[in-house]
C-alpha cells in the first residue's frame, strides 16, 4: 500500500494566475497519476510521471497547461498554470501497484476554484 | 473512450437495505475495480474483480462481472449512513492506466 499526502487541500484562485499541487508518497513509487475531476463529474486522466522522463499527458492537455515534475521516487507536482474559471476541479494526484492495472491509492485531493 | 457508465446516478436508500450500482464499459478489459469517494475527496479502493472472475465478496460488498455483457454490478448490503458517498468502477484494458466511470451518488438515509 502507499500513503499520499496532497496539497493544499483548497484553493481559491484569481484568473490568470497558476497553482502548484504537491503530492509526497511514503514510498518509492514508479509511476504517478495527475487526475483532473471537474464538477460532478467523473476522472479524468491528465498526464503520468515517471522520474527521470517527461510526464505523458493525455488526449486534451498539454504540458504548458499543466506542467508536471517528478524529481525524485517519492514526489510529484503538477502546476495548473494561467488559470480560468473552467480549471475549477478537484485535482488528485495517485499512485499504483507494479502490475497491469493494479488498484490505485490516492490523495486527498485539491478542491480549486478559479474566481 | 473505454469510460464506464454506471446506473443508477443517483440512489437514495433506508439504513439497512441493500443498495446495488451497476457499470457498463465498452471493450475488453484485465480487470474491473471499484472505489468509494467522499465529498469529493481522495478515492479508495474497495474491490479488483479480474476478467477471468465471476463473482467476488469483501466484507459487506459483492460484485460481479459478466464479460459477455460488459458490465459489473456492486451490492452493498445492510447499508449504513457512513457508507454515503460516491462509488465509480474503473477500468483497464493493460497497463497502469484506469478508466473510470462516471460515478453513482449513494445516500444512506437513517
Known amino acids: 500500500s502507499a500513503v499520499i499526502s496532497q496539497k493544499p487541500s483548497r484553493d481559491i484562485c484569481q484568473r490568470g494566475t497558476s497553482l502548484t499541487i504537491q503530492c509526497q508518497v511514503d514510498?518509492?513509487?514508479?509511476?504517478m497519476f495527475w487526475y483532473r475531476q471537474q464538477p460532478g463529474q467523473s476522472l479524468t486522466l491528465i498526464a503520468t510521471a515517471n522520474q527521470g522522463s517527461e510526464a505523458t499527458y493525455e488526449s486534451g492537455f498539454v504540458i504548458d497547461k499543466f506542467p508536471i515534475s517528478r524529481p525524485n521516487l517519492t514526489f510529484s507536482t503538477l502546476t495548473v498554470s494561467n488559470m480560468s474559471p473552467e480549471d475549477s476541479s478537484i485535482y488528485l494526484c495517485?499512485?499504483?501497484?507494479?502490475?497491469?492495472?493494479?488498484?490505485?491509492?490516492f490523495g486527498s485531493g485539491t478542491q480549486l476554484s478559479v474566481l | 473512450s473505454q469510460q464506464g457508465e454506471e446506473d443508477p446516478q443517483a440512489l437514495s436508500i433506508q439504513e439497512g437495505e441493500n443498495a446495488t450500482m451497476n457499470c457498463s464499459y465498452k471493450t475488453s478489459i484485465n480487470n474491473l475495480q471499484w472505489y468509494r469517494q467522499n465529498s469529493g475527496r481522495g478515492l479508495v479502493h474497495l474491490i479488483l474483480i479480474r476478467s477471468n472472475e465471476r463473482e467476488k465478496h469483501s466484507g459487506r460488498l459483492r460484485v460481479t462481472l459478466d464479460t459477455s455483457k460488459k458490465s459489473s454490478s456492486l451490492l452493498i448490503t445492510a447499508s449504513r449512513a457512513a457508507d454515503t458517498a460516491s462509488y465509480f468502477c474503473?477500468?483497464?484494458?493493460?497497463?497502469?492506466?484506469?478508466?473510470f466511470g462516471t460515478g453513482t451518488q449513494l445516500k444512506v438515509e437513517l
Open positions: 514510498s518509492q513509487v514508479t509511476m
Open positions: 474503473a477500468t483497464t484494458g493493460g497497463g497502469n492506466k484506469l478508466t
Open positions: 495517485s499512485t499504483g501497484g507494479t502490475g497491469s492495472g493494479e488498484k490505485l491509492f
